[in-house]
């Protein structure tokens, strides 16, 4: 069993920065954050391995704004998020694999794709919200 508690959301200008934190409690193969806009599907942003055996995603909407980064240690999962603009609006989740579905992914086609069935379990959200 795996429970996640994310935290760090708010509303923020356009050009504004933010980190959010995710406390993982389980055992994980492959963490990542999704974000869900309104009235749109849930997009992977981010993924980092656990075991630092698959390769870390960032999705290219926001490559050289956010970082994923875990401590695995504190057992958190982090994504700093710079130069926010309003497409960045959505409800933030992360995701945990335990399975090692990403893994074998990795494995078999030689890069890292994110979807939503291949997590295992999700925390609750936390809203990031970009206006002026």
């Known amino acids: 069993q795996v429970h996640l508690v994310e935290c760090g959301g708010d509303s923020v200008r356009p050009g504004g920065s933010l980190t959010l934190s995710c406390e993982i409690s389980?055992?994980?193969?492959?963490m990542a954050w999704f974000r869900q806009a309104p009235d749109k599907t849930r997009e992977p942003v981010a993924g980092?391995?656990?075991?630092?055996?698959?390769?870390?995603f960032i999705s290219d909407s926001v490559k050289d704004r956010f970082t994923i980064s875990l401590d695995n240690d504190k057992k958190t999962l982090y994504l700093q998020m710079n130069n926010l603009n309003p497409e960045d609006t959505a409800m933030y989740s992360c995701?945990?694999?335990?399975?090692?579905?990403?893994?074998?992914?990795?494995?078999?086609?030689?890069?890292?794709?994110?979807?939503?069935?291949?997590?295992?379990?999700w925390g609750q959200g936390t809203q990031v919200t970009v206006s002026s």
């Open positions: 389980g055992n994980t193969d492959y």
């Open positions: 980092i391995s656990t075991a630092g055996d698959t390769p870390t």
């Open positions: 995701a945990a694999d335990v399975e090692g579905a990403t893994h074998h992914r990795f494995l078999r086609f030689g890069d890292v794709r994110l979807a939503s069935g291949m997590f295992d379990y």
